[in-house]
């Protein structure tokens, strides 16, 4: 072939592949939907084609593709795709969501937060407000109180950590401590409770102990280095770090000091657990130590046997993991695992355990303690201490079994 055909040859396929690039910057969804479907498309060797040009608002691969899980009623709840993550902080388009009646839109410039009732000086805070006060940042776990139900004993093994566990997220919150705002307005020392209630169309409202507030509550408008998004409250939350996610009331409006509890529906006919001796357990605010193990799981596939590292994440509401510990034999033997650093009070914690699988059938399980001396129990050992028709803080151990031909399923106990 002559120097000059080459030449016009090279030339083509230059030009070809910059413009499926340029249909990819250009095209969005439908250009990534191109690229996903013929892979071919992609430049052989991106040192030969010009990249593509910075965006306003940067954007994942389109070969990666985590996604929430949308269900519930009306939408009301997505799950954080766990398995998909690594380290202790959830994407905030990731983090999961429970609403109980939609996600309001509020103007920031409309936003007000009252704080009122036994108080010396009754105040109206705007967002700008909150904002002039010093601010903290904090990495913190947030979790549904009817996380894990989707893991009790009975359900199939073909679901993933999503389902089992997704309503857990990570972030690095930002906002003003509410001491400081308590402090501002004058709270009365007779005052013992207070009452946090949101902007949506529910007006989600829970009583909290004023101890809380003094200790480590925030007024967060801040997620991940970026503004609260809409679905996480949006432009302001209350945050209780190591509390129910129901408790961290979103789209806070009204905060009123009391010398009791409020006795609102969503602590009362909801939020509380009848007990096996007739009585309610209620107020279960701290959610207890808990772990998961996210990898190896359905519905992976282990290729061959040899080495397989066991990785998780264990949390809990009273302080620091302390310590994990792995089984791969259904509990009747256990290892500990290595906690990545930082391991941070009320914060996300990874594991990691080395393990050379020999081929044959195992049962793999983790299980956390934290600084407090509380171990993460077993089913049997939640159902005593609970009754059977306990509906929230579902913490027992969970694993997954590895067949012989290394497909991955989850088993409950």
Not at 204 to 220: F, G, Q, T, Y
Not at 236 to 251: D, I, Q, T
Not at 286 to 303: E, F, G, N
Not at 317 to 330: M, N
Request: aromatic fraction near 8%.
């Amino acid at each position: 072939m002559s120097r000059s055909k080459s030449a016009m040859n090279r030339r083509k396929a230059l030009k070809t592949a910059a413009s499926a690039a340029g249909a990819v910057l250009a095209g969005g969804a439908a250009g990534r939907a191109t690229v996903q479907s013929t892979p071919q498309a992609t430049p052989a060797n991106p040192t030969k084609v010009p990249g593509a040009r910075p965006a306003p608002v940067g954007s994942r691969s389109p070969a990666e593709t985590p996604e929430k899980l949308v269900t519930g009623s009306a939408g009301g709840v997505t799950l954080t795709p766990l398995q998909d993550l690594h380290g202790v902080i959830t994407p905030s388009d990731l983090h999961f969501e429970r609403h109980h009646h939609g996600i309001p839109e509020i103007d920031p410039a409309a936003y007000r937060l009252l704080i009122h009732g036994m108080v010396d000086r009754p105040t109206l805070f705007t967002l700008d407000d909150l904002k002039r006060f010093p601010q903290v940042s904090k990495l913190l776990f947030l979790e549904c109180s009817g996380n894990g139900g989707r893991g009790r004993p009975g359900v199939g093994g073909d679901v993933s950590p999503q389902v089992v566990d997704g309503l857990l997220s990570g972030s690095e919150w930002t906002g003003v401590p509410l001491a400081v705002l308590f402090e501002e307005v004058g709270v009365s020392p007779g005052a013992t409770w207070f009452l946090a209630e949101g902007s949506d169309a529910a007006v989600m409202s829970r009583s909290i102990p004023v101890e809380k507030a003094w200790d480590d509550a925030m007024i967060a408008y801040g997620q991940n280095g970026e503004a609260i998004r809409p679905p996480q409250g949006y432009p302001a939350r209350l945050l209780l770090p190591g509390w129910e996610g129901n408790s961290s009331v979103k789209w806070v409006r009204r905060i009123e000091l009391s010398d009791g509890p409020f006795m609102f529906r969503d602590e009362t006919s909801k939020y509380s657990d009848p007990l096996a001796d007739g009585t309610a357990r209620q107020f279960s605010f701290v959610m207890d130590a808990k772990s998961l193990i996210t990898s190896p799981s359905y519905p992976q596939r282990i290729p061959s046997p040899g080495f397989v590292e066991i990785s998780g994440v264990a949390w809990t509401g009273r302080g620091v993991i302390a310590r994990v510990e792995i089984s791969i034999d259904g509990g009747d033997s256990w290892e500990d695992a290595v906690l990545e650093e930082p391991v941070l009070p009320k914060c996300l914690t990874r594991f990691r355990f080395g393990w050379t699988w020999d081929g044959g059938p195992a049962h793999v399980m983790s299980r956390a303690s934290d600084e407090t001396g509380y171990v993460q129990p077993t089913w049997d050992q939640l159902v005593a201490a609970r009754g059977p028709l306990f509906r929230y803080h579902y913490n027992s151990i969970r694993g997954w079994r590895i067949a012989s031909d290394g497909l991955v399923t989850f088993v409950a106990q």
